[in-house]
């Protein structure tokens, strides 16, 4: 039984005299040659060339530091829950006496790393870290040889405290207002919850 009409039957049909010779589809496969050469090329030849992306693009992602360089990550793992290529492993480590000004919270990321093979730039991650920590960035992840390379650790993601690297533009009013919106589970920290009880 047929299930659609677009089915064809194979004919095995004569050939006529000019398919025969093969002269004209050759002379037409040429033509259509030729009349590509004279187009303009839609190749952009990165690196040298950057196509234009738009200023949310989502690609590389950074660790931010807080307003006194504190890194902000407290390695509470919602990232890598939220993650759906499983991309993410982080270490939690706890803040030592002297160490306010290097981690902003009592627990923070000793390791923290992106499998960049697996990840897919969907931007969860972003979404569900509550602390404001983690965001994509318009930079484009470099190509590398090798796949270890492509395990970026704290050393690729944290922004250094002298080059900062600007997310304002993916941080709308909508966003933040979702962000900021307790109906959210994530959203909701651990004594919103017990308040809600
Ligand atoms: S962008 Fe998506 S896939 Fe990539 S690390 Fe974040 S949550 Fe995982
Ligand atoms: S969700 Fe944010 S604070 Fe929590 S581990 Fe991920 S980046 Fe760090």
Redesign the pocket.
């Known amino acids: 039984m047929m299930l659609t009409n677009r089915s064809k039957q194979v004919v095995q049909k004569e050939l006529t005299l000019a398919e025969q010779l093969y002269f004209p589809a050759i002379l037409k496969g040429m033509l259509i040659t030729l009349s590509h050469i004279f187009r303009k090329t839609p190749t952009v030849r990165y690196p040298e060339q950057k196509r234009e992306i738009a200023p949310v693009y989502?690609g590389q992602h950074v660790l931010k530091r807080d307003e006194a360089g504190a890194e902000r990550c407290t390695a509470c793992g919602l990232?890598a829950v939220?993650?759906?290529?499983e991309?993410?492993t982080m270490e939690a480590g706890e803040r030592k006496k002297g160490e306010e000004g290097l981690y902003r919270e009592e627990k923070y990321a000793a390791v923290y790393e992106?499998n960049m093979l697996r990840?897919?730039?969907?931007?969860?991650?972003e979404e569900a870290c509550p602390k404001e920590a983690i965001f994509?960035t318009d930079r484009i992840v470099p190509s590398s040889f090798t796949r270890g390379e492509e395990i970026f650790g704290k050393d690729k993601l944290v922004e250094p405290a002298d080059q900062r690297v600007d997310v304002s533009k993916r941080q709308t009013k909508a966003v933040l207002d979702f962000k900021q919106d307790k109906r959210h589970y994530h959203n909701q920290t651990h004594s919103d919850r017990l308040l809600s009880r």
């Open positions: 989502r990232c939220a993650c759906p290529a991309a993410i992106i990840c897919i730039f969907c931007g969860l991650c994509l």
